[in-house]
C-alpha cells in the first residue's frame, strides 16, 4: 500500500500538535491489510475542565462533569493497526460565577461540546488475524465545536487532539468490547470574549481546555 502523506494546516496555534501527527505517522506505516472493518459504541464519564474569567478577578470556572457518548468507525491499516474517524457529544455545563457580564445572566451555561478527530489504534499485542484484541494505544486530530445555549453569546469551532490507553476483549463473533481512558486537549487561544456575539453575556478566556474521559465501548466488525 502506498504512503498516504496529508498536509495539515499550520496556524500558530497547531505547534502543539506536532508530537501527537508524529506519533500518528508511526503507529500508521504501511504494511498489509487484513483486519476488519468496524464500528465503536461509546458511553463514558468525562471530567470537567474549565475556563478563566476574564472580568480581571482571573477566577476558574468549571464545567461540570457528566456522560459523554461517541461513536468510532474503524478500517483496517495491517494485522494490529486500524485507522479511526471519531466523533463524540458531551451536554455539559459550564458555572459562570463572576463571568457573568449582564445583571441577570444565570450562574450557569448550558454548552454542547461535539468532537470530529481522524486518528488511528494500534494493538500492543494482537494475536492478529481478522480479530486484533488485547490493550492498544489510539488518538486522534480534528476540531471541536463549542456550542453555549445562552442569549448574547455564539458556538466557537477549535482545533483539538486526543491520546488513548484502552483494552478490548473478543465477545462472540465479530463483536467485542473495549475499556478505555482518553484525555482531551482543545486549543482555545483566547484573551476574552470567548463565546461574546455582539455585545457580551460572559466574560471567558483561555489558552487550552483538558479533559480526562473514562469510557466503555462495543464494537462489531463487518
Known sequence: ?????????????????????????????????????????N?????GGGFESADGTRQELALRGGAAYSLAFEWPYDDHRAWQVWLSRQGTRLRLGAAAATPGTPGEMPL????LQMGGVNYFDSPGGR???????????????????????????????????????????????????????????SEGGFFCSGGCTVFIRGDTLTQVEALVGLRVGF
Not at 495539515?8 to 491489510?33: D, I, K, S, V
Not at 458511553?43 to 471530567?47: F, P
Not at 454542547?112 to 468532537?115: G, I
Not at 458556538?155 to 465477545?171: D, K, V
Open 112 to 115: 454542547v461540546l461535539t468532537t
Open 131 to 189: 480479530r486484533p484484541s488485547g490493550p492498544y494505544v489510539a488518538g486522534g486530530l480534528g476540531l471541536t465545536h463549542l456550542a453555549p445555549d445562552l442569549a448574547g453569546t455564539s458556538a466557537r469551532t477549535r482545533w483539538s487532539m486526543s491520546l488513548a490507553l484502552g483494552h478490548e476483549w473478543p465477545l462472540a463473533g465479530t463483536v467485542s468490547w473495549r475499556a478505555e481512558l482518553r484525555a482531551h486537549l482543545t486549543l482555545l487561544n
Open 1 to 41: 500500500m502506498p504512503r498516504v502523506n496529508r498536509r495539515w494546516p499550520a496556524p500558530r496555534a497547531l505547534l502543539a500538535l506536532l508530537a501527537m501527527a508524529a506519533m500518528a505517522a508511526t503507529l500508521l506505516a504501511p504494511q498489509a491489510a487484513r483486519a476488519q472493518a468496524g464500528l465503536v459504541f
Open 43 to 47: 458511553a463514558g464519564l468525562r471530567s
